[in-house]
């Protein structure tokens, strides 16, 4: 994967990770409730992770699938998929509730990958994966590889990913939790599941555009 390719999952990792759909807000409602800086630390692991997984099984499947299926067709299904998503996205007014607040690690994960799942935040990886798949470099086309070496680099991609999702998530819930406080979200609020839809819609069309 060349340099703009990892940067582009690194940005998709920040752009998740200062989504509140994607658990900080989650983890800083545990802080206050708690009144305890460390209920909100313990929660981002089991989040990150919950992303991770969901993340990780979209990137396996589509740089494994890529040595058995033509990168046009791959390409155009992906970005049909995420013009869908988002379409869906924009136009449903279903949204998951969680009744309590008293989740162990596993449930908190579960409810991670849950999120994750149901915003589309694995398929936001396609127009990398797919244009600029792991193993290339500048100039050179990936080599060809089995499905459990393409997996694997899928989950590279992955992990990459998540751990900028993870510190950008970690960032922003500390600042809000020690400065700025939720007030701040009740003043500052705005609809993040259509900015979330736009963007996935934008991507299936560089998808579709690039295959």
């Known amino acids: 994967m060349t340099v703009a390719g990892w940067a582009a999952l690194v940005a998709l990792g920040v752009f998740h990770g200062v989504n509140p759909a994607m658990g900080w807000l989650f983890a800083v409602a545990r802080g206050l409730q708690e009144g305890s800086q460390r209920a909100l630390l313990l929660s981002l692991p089991p989040i990150a992770a919950g992303h991770l997984a969901s993340v ?3 990137a396996a499947l589509v740089v494994a699938t890529r040595s058995v299926t033509t990168s046009t067709a791959l390409a155009v299904a992906g970005g049909l998929v995420l013009v869908g998503f988002g379409l869906w996205r924009l136009l449903s007014a279903r949204h998951f509730r969680w009744a309590g607040m008293r989740l ?14 149901a915003h589309g935040a694995g398929l936001m990886l396609l127009p990398v994966l797919l244009v600029d798949p792991p193993g290339a470099t500048a100039g050179h086309a990936a080599h060809p590889a089995g499905a459990p070496v393409g997996a694997l680099t899928g989950l590279g991609a992955a ?8 510190a950008a998530a970690l960032a922003l819930a500390l600042t809000v939790h020690r400065v700025l406080g939720l007030g701040v979200l009740r003043r500052a609020w705005f609809n993040v599941d259509r900015l979330w839809a736009a963007v996935l819609m934008v991507a299936g069309l560089v998808t579709l555009i690039h295959a």
Do not use: R
Request: hydrophobic share 65%.
């Open 56 to 58: 990780g099984l979209v």
């Open 104 to 117: 162990s690690s596993a449930q908190l994960a579960a409810w991670s990958f849950l999120m994750s799942s």
């Open 159 to 166: 992990a990459v990913h998540t751990v900028a999702m993870f």
